[in-house]
Every structure is written in structure tokens, then in C-alpha cells.
T-cell receptor, first 114, second 115 residues
């Protein structure tokens, strides 16, 4: 089992839909969770990050972390064609005052149709 | 004003050659990284440099060597290229490797194809 599992999709939704993207992980020491968005031929850009469990909201985006289930989610409300991209989850441990390596999921390719 | 820039964007070369990829960041960050994204889209860290000191070296062949002339640059040298080296290589930087909530900023990648 890989440390971070993410359904690669592709996921196709109509404009305005609510999108749910998910990752599961096996390492209970992960405490720092991130979502990156990667457009075609571009580098990943950070969307959201959370530390430990809980929810975090930023505009149309909401990140949730459930450490008991080792499950994280990213919700996109009122999805737009400009949201079409690959979404990668990433996570790391935090120990001794230092953040560990980022471990990425494979990414989910999202397409929002007008 | 590109924050993290890599050159070249595309690199096509033959097996056995030696090549370099350059990376520069203008964010004033202390830590830089190299990642490899393979054909299955997995993004895996290769190296990181903090204040010109190599602090992480994952299980990467010693044909790959990072070189940092200064804090703003981290170049990747690859000797004796092999077919399996074909991938997209991303450079990234962050303020400090040890501080929480310091996101990594990525360049747009160098697409390396080995013939």
C-alpha cells in the first residue's frame, strides 16, 4: 500500500457543481496536509494547507482532515471551467521542530464543463 | 516576475549524455528542492538544500548531483543519462524547511526526454 492514495480520475462535472476530491493515507504520523493545483504544463501551486484535524475554508474551497479515518478532502463549491486542473494532495510529518518531506498523492484530474 | 524559474523547459537528449537543469528563485527563500514527476504523475522529492547545505538525499542514483552556487540557485546535474530518467523535473523553494505553514513554491518544470 502506498503512503498516500488518490483516485486519479478523470472527474468530469458541469459548471456550478460541488466537487469532492479525496485522499487516504497510511502514516498516522502525518500532521501537515496540503492541496496543490496543477494546470497542464505548469508546476503545482498551493491551494490550501491545514495542520492536524479540522476544517479550513477559503472562498469556494474547503479542506477537511479526519485523522481518525486517515482521510482528507477538498471541496470546491460553484465549480468553474477555470478550476479544470489536476489536484494533488500532499502531507508530511512534523517532528522535533522540523517538517518532514512532502509526500504527494498521484493527483486527480478534474474537468469542469461549461 | 517568475518566482521560481527553471531552464530549459524542454530537454531532449540521447542516452549516455550529461546534462544540467538550472533553477533560480527570487523569493529570498532559504530552502530549495528538486522533485521528479514520472509518467504516472507521481511527484517525489529528490533533494533539498538549506543555506547551501544538502539536508535531504532520497534514494536517488549518484548520477544526479545538485549544486548550489548561492542561496537563490539550485542546479541539477545528471551524468550518463538513462531511459528511465525521462520525466518532468520540478524545482521548488520554501522559506525554511523546518517551519510550519511555509508553502513550497514550484517552477513550471523541465521535461526531459531520453532517446
Amino acid at each position: 500500500q502506498k503512503e498516500v492514495e488518490q483516485d486519479p480520475g478523470p472527474l468530469s462535472v458541469p459548471e456550478g457543481a460541488i466537487v469532492s476530491l479525496n485522499c487516504t493515507y497510511s502514516n498516522s504520523a502525518f500532521q501537515y496536509f496540503m492541496w496543490y493545483r496543477q494546470y497542464s504544463r505548469k508546476g503545482p501551486e498551493l491551494l490550501m494547507y491545514t495542520y492536524s484535524s479540522g476544517n479550513k475554508e477559503d472562498g469556494r474551497f474547503t479542506a477537511q482532515v479526519d485523522k481518525s479515518s486517515k482521510y482528507i478532502s477538498l471541496f470546491i463549491r460553484d465549480s468553474q471551467p477555470s478550476d479544470s486542473a489536476t489536484y494533488l494532495c500532499a502531507m508530511s510529518e512534523y517532528y522535533g521542530g522540523s517538517q518532514g518531506n512532502l509526500i504527494f498523492g498521484k493527483g486527480t484530474k478534474l474537468s469542469v464543463k461549461p | 516576475d517568475t518566482a521560481v524559474s527553471q531552464t530549459p523547459k524542454y530537454l531532449v537528449t540521447q542516452m549516455g549524455n550529461d546534462k544540467s537543469i538550472k533553477c533560480e528563485q527570487n523569493l529570498g527563500h532559504d530552502t530549495m528542492y528538486w522533485y521528479k514527476q514520472d509518467s504516472k504523475k507521481f511527484l517525489k522529492i529528490m533533494f533539498s538544500y538549506n543555506n547551501k547545505e544538502l539536508i535531504i538525499n532520497e534514494t536517488v542514483p549518484n548520477r544526479f548531483s545538485p549544486k548550489s552556487p548561492d542561496k537563490a540557485h539550485l542546479n541539477l546535474h545528471i551524468n550518463s543519462l538513462e531511459l528511465g530518467d525521462s520525466a518532468v523535473y520540478f524545482c521548488a523553494s520554501s522559506q525554511d524547511i523546518g517551519t510550519l505553514n511555509q508553502p513550497q513554491h514550484f517552477g513550471d518544470g523541465t521535461r526531459l526526454s531520453i532517446l
